[in-house]
Nanobody, 115 residues
Framework: QVQLVESGGGLVQAGGSLKLSCAAS????????VAWFRQAPGNSRELVAS???????NYGNSVKGRFTISRDNTQNTLYLQMDNLKPEDTAVYYC?????????WGKGTLVTVSS
């Protein structure tokens, strides 16, 4: 059974940093396309950052230069380092994994950035 469990969310002031983690079980992050999405109240879910199975990264325009996605294959964990956070980054952040045509989601972790 595949499980993705996010952690690391919380309340932070604007300009601060947080690091999100997504621990995977039942599947290897190293062999999968993995990503972080977010959804703010009233908005649709949007891509924050992704890593392909080949290792190439992609970022949403609003987070380029501030967020860094990475994965630790030995820990089977996906990370999102978020720096210079802004109030508009407030959202529930979801871990996403795609392998073999199947998409898996975590339950999300809430990030709140105060001004």
């Amino acid at each position: 059974q595949v499980q993705l469990v996010e952690s690391g969310g919380g309340l932070v002031q604007a300009g601060g940093s947080l690091k999100l983690s997504c621990a995977a079980s039942g599947i290897f992050v190293s062999l999968s396309a993995v990503a972080w999405f977010r959804q703010a109240p009233g908005n649709s879910r949007e891509l924050v950052a992704s890593i392909s199975s080949a290792g190439s990264t992609n970022y949403g325009n609003s987070v380029k230069g501030r967020f860094t996605i990475s994965r630790d294959n030995t820990q089977n964990t996906l990370y999102l380092q978020m720096d210079n956070l802004k109030p508009e980054d407030t959202a529930v952040y979801y871990c996403n994994l795609v392998r073999g045509g199947t998409t898996y989601w975590g339950k999300g972790t809430l990030v709140t950035v105060s001004s």
